[in-house]
């Protein structure tokens, strides 16, 4: 027959892995959710990045420069004359459509 210490030990044993299993679950479930993707955002494609690729080239980056130590300066450089080209052609769509020099649609 056990005495009433073990008894005690058993069940304070009991609770702490209880406690224990309860962390480990509600901890799990948070990592799972970072894992899932967001249905909002948008997956980029391989002709996207091709696509970006392409203009910051024509923008004057050169990727086959490596590590240069202009690295960071000269991919924002791109970045920031390809955003201006961006905004420069949202630009002349916004005045065109405004100015009713919209093109029908074939």
């Known amino acids: 027959m056990k005495s009433v ?5 058993f069940d304070q044993s009991l609770r702490n892995l209880a406690v224990a299993g309860a962390i480990l679950m509600s901890t ?4 799972f959710a970072q894992t899932m993707p967001d249905p909002a955002t948008h997956r980029v494609t391989r002709a ?3 696509q970006e690729l392409y203009e910051l080239e024509a923008a004057g980056y050169n990727p086959s420069q490596g ?4 690295y960071p300066a000269d991919i924002q ?3 920031e004359k390809v ?4 905004q420069a ?3 002349a ?6 100015n009713g020099q919209a093109k029908p649609a074939p």
Request: aromatic share 0%; net charge negative.
């Open 28 to 31: 799990s479930v948070g990592v």
């Open 77 to 79: 450089a791109a970045q």
């Open 5 to 9: 210490s073990q008894i005690r030990l």
């Open 89 to 91: 052609e949202r630009n």
């Open 48 to 50: 996207e990045v091709m």
């Open 67 to 70: 590590d240069d130590g202009s």
């Open 83 to 86: 955003a201006a080209k961006h």
């Open 93 to 98: 769509m916004m005045s065109a459509g405004q």
